[in-house]
Protein backbone atom coordinates (compact mmCIF):
# COMPACT_ATOMS: atom_id res chain seq x y z
CA UNK A 1 0.00 0.00 0.00
CA UNK A 2 3.01 1.86 0.47
CA UNK A 3 4.27 1.77 -2.71
CA UNK A 4 1.23 2.36 -4.33
CA UNK A 5 0.72 6.10 -2.25
CA UNK A 6 4.48 6.95 -3.58
CA UNK A 7 3.36 6.45 -7.03
CA UNK A 8 0.57 8.11 -6.78
CA UNK A 9 2.31 11.01 -5.63
CA UNK A 10 5.12 10.99 -7.36
CA UNK A 11 3.02 10.87 -10.69
CA UNK A 12 1.74 13.38 -13.43
CA UNK A 13 -1.74 11.74 -14.87
CA UNK A 14 -4.04 12.66 -17.43
CA UNK A 15 -7.91 12.64 -17.42
CA UNK A 16 -9.41 12.18 -21.12
CA UNK A 17 -12.77 12.05 -22.33
CA UNK A 18 -11.51 11.46 -25.81
CA UNK A 19 -12.34 14.83 -26.62
CA UNK A 20 -9.81 16.43 -24.40
CA UNK A 21 -7.41 15.74 -21.76
CA UNK A 22 -5.78 17.86 -18.90
CA UNK A 23 -2.69 17.03 -16.66
CA UNK A 24 -4.13 16.62 -13.11
CA UNK A 25 -1.58 16.76 -10.02
CA UNK A 26 -2.07 13.70 -7.71
CA UNK A 27 -4.78 15.27 -5.13
CA UNK A 28 -7.00 15.61 -8.03
CA UNK A 29 -6.42 12.54 -9.89
CA UNK A 30 -7.53 11.05 -6.23
CA UNK A 31 -10.95 12.94 -6.65
CA UNK A 32 -11.30 11.85 -10.34
CA UNK A 33 -11.30 8.06 -9.42
CA UNK A 34 -13.35 8.20 -6.78
CA UNK A 35 -16.25 8.38 -9.24
CA UNK A 36 -16.86 4.86 -9.94
CA UNK A 37 -17.78 5.52 -13.63
CA UNK A 38 -14.42 7.08 -14.78
CA UNK A 39 -12.28 3.97 -16.05
CA UNK A 40 -8.86 3.65 -15.05
CA UNK A 41 -5.58 2.63 -17.74
CA UNK A 42 -2.49 1.90 -16.13
CA UNK A 43 0.68 2.74 -18.82
CA UNK A 44 3.18 0.88 -17.46
CA UNK A 45 5.26 -2.07 -19.20
CA UNK A 46 4.51 -5.48 -18.16
CA UNK A 47 7.99 -5.53 -15.97
CA UNK A 48 7.13 -1.63 -14.47
CA UNK A 49 3.86 -3.31 -13.29
CA UNK A 50 5.21 -6.34 -11.94
CA UNK A 51 7.80 -4.67 -10.23
CA UNK A 52 5.72 -1.89 -8.79
CA UNK A 53 2.81 -3.46 -8.30
CA UNK A 54 -0.52 -2.93 -9.68
CA UNK A 55 -2.98 -0.54 -8.93
CA UNK A 56 -6.35 -1.59 -7.70
CA UNK A 57 -9.34 -1.47 -10.15
CA UNK A 58 -7.09 -0.17 -12.86
CA UNK A 59 -6.45 -2.23 -16.27
CA UNK A 60 -2.72 -2.43 -17.74
CA UNK A 61 -1.76 -1.68 -21.53
CA UNK A 62 1.36 -0.79 -22.09
CA UNK A 63 1.38 2.95 -23.99
CA UNK A 64 4.51 1.50 -25.72
CA UNK A 65 2.89 -1.56 -27.22
CA UNK A 66 1.97 -2.47 -30.88
CA UNK A 67 -1.62 -1.30 -31.93
CA UNK A 68 -1.92 0.08 -28.63
CA UNK A 69 -4.75 2.70 -29.89
CA UNK A 70 -6.65 -0.40 -30.75
CA UNK A 71 -6.76 -2.32 -27.51
CA UNK A 72 -7.42 1.05 -25.68
CA UNK A 73 -10.35 1.42 -27.41
CA UNK A 74 -11.80 -2.26 -27.27
CA UNK A 75 -11.48 -2.00 -23.30
CA UNK A 76 -12.76 1.05 -22.58
CA UNK A 77 -16.09 3.05 -23.44
CA UNK A 78 -14.87 6.16 -25.74
CA UNK A 79 -17.78 8.44 -24.32
CA UNK A 80 -16.71 8.06 -20.95
CA UNK A 81 -14.32 9.88 -18.63
CA UNK A 82 -10.62 7.59 -19.02
CA UNK A 83 -8.08 8.15 -15.96
CA UNK A 84 -4.62 7.75 -17.53
CA UNK A 85 -1.33 6.92 -15.07
CA UNK A 86 2.08 6.18 -15.97
CA UNK A 87 5.12 6.35 -13.95
CA UNK A 88 7.03 9.67 -14.94
CA UNK A 89 4.60 11.52 -16.22
CA UNK A 90 6.27 11.52 -20.31
CA UNK A 91 3.75 8.81 -21.37
CA UNK A 92 0.57 9.60 -20.08
CA UNK A 93 0.26 13.31 -22.31
CA UNK A 94 0.97 11.55 -25.14
CA UNK A 95 -0.98 8.55 -24.72
CA UNK A 96 -3.84 11.08 -24.46
CA UNK A 97 -2.71 12.68 -27.28
CA UNK A 98 -2.79 9.73 -29.41
CA UNK A 99 -5.75 8.57 -28.11
CA UNK A 100 -7.35 11.74 -29.50
CA UNK A 101 -6.48 11.41 -32.63
CA UNK A 102 -8.05 9.80 -35.24
CA UNK A 103 -6.83 6.63 -36.67
CA UNK A 104 -4.93 7.17 -40.20
CA UNK A 105 -5.51 4.28 -42.51
Known amino acids: MKRIFLLI ?3 VFVSI ?3 QHRIVGPDRFAKII ?4 VQRLDLRSESEY ?9 IQINCMSKRFKERV ?3 FDTTKTLAVYCMSGHRSPK ?3 CLKTPTLY
Open 9 to 11: FLT
Open 50 to 58: HIFGHIPDF
Open 17 to 19: TYS
Open 73 to 75: KAT
Open 34 to 37: EDTT
Open 95 to 97: AAN
